[in-house]
């Protein structure tokens, strides 16, 4: 008589396999996925670090830019106002290279670090 390749030992054996691996391949995946969220979860801190740092010199440049000592700075420089008893000193400089533009947003060209 032959020998059953598939007893009940022999497929309890193999369930029991198949049940391990499963809960190790489970266990591995969610590791997996948790460090690949603390990964995001930090390049997410140090955005949010660069955004407040950001915040804090546009909050500062438009302090600037509301104060007397800028409103009065620009009204000298762009339009060419001056003080009463002042003398207007005119400087022309050659102009600047048209196709050289600085990278960053305008108020960041404006107002650098």
Known sequence: MPIPVFTKTTLFL??????????????????????????????????????????????????????????????????GYIREGEIAFVVLSPPPASDQQLPGEWWERRFPK
């Open 14 to 79: 193999l369930v029991c396999l198949l049940l391990t691996g499963y809960f190790v391949f489970t266990a591995s995946s969610g590791t997996v996925r948790q460090r690949q969220q603390d990964a995001s979860h930090e390049a997410a801190l140090e955005e949010v670090q660069d955004l407040r740092f950001k915040l804090g010199h546009l909050v500062a440049v438009y302090d600037y830019v509301v104060s007397d000592a800028y409103v009065e700075q620009a009204a000298r420089r762009e339009l």
